[in-house]
Nanobody
Framework: QVQLVESGGGSVQAGGSLRLSCTAS????????MGWYRQPPGKQRELVAA???????NYADSVKGRFTISRGNAKNTVYLQMNSLKPEDTAVYYC???????????????WGQGTQVSVSS
């Protein structure tokens, strides 16, 4: 099995910064895609930023220029550096991964447990 473990959420004032991390572990053959989604109170979950196995990145328009997604050297950890945070960034942030597992050999989607980010004005 595969687990995604997140860390780094918290509460900050507007204009502040936070860094989220997510580490995948378990029966991993390859990580094809990792990303961060968020779900604001009363709203649907939305993609914030993503990085493919090849290193290509994608961002929601609302976070471009403020958030940066990156990977660790081992490529099983993804980071989300969030700068210039706004109250509208308040949400539960979820790590997401599409992984080819070794046992059984197949592609699966995995979600982290979620971490709260709260930005006050």
């Amino acid at each position: 099995q595969v687990q995604l473990v997140e860390s780094g959420g918290g509460s900050v004032q507007a204009g502040g910064s936070l860094r989220l991390s997510c580490t995948a572990s378990g029966s991993i053959f390859s990580i094809n895609f990792m990303g961060w989604y968020r779900q604001p109170p009363g709203k649907q979950r939305e993609l914030v930023a993503a990085i493919t196995g090849g290193g290509s990145t994608n961002y929601a328009d609302s976070v471009k220029g403020r958030f940066t997604i990156s990977r660790g050297n081992a490529k099983n950890t993804v980071y989300l550096q969030m700068n210039s945070l706004k109250p509208e960034d308040t949400a539960v942030y979820y790590c997401y991964a599409r992984i080819t597992t070794t046992t059984p050999p197949s592609d699966y989607q995995f979600w982290g447990q979620g971490t709260q980010v709260s930005v006050s004005s």
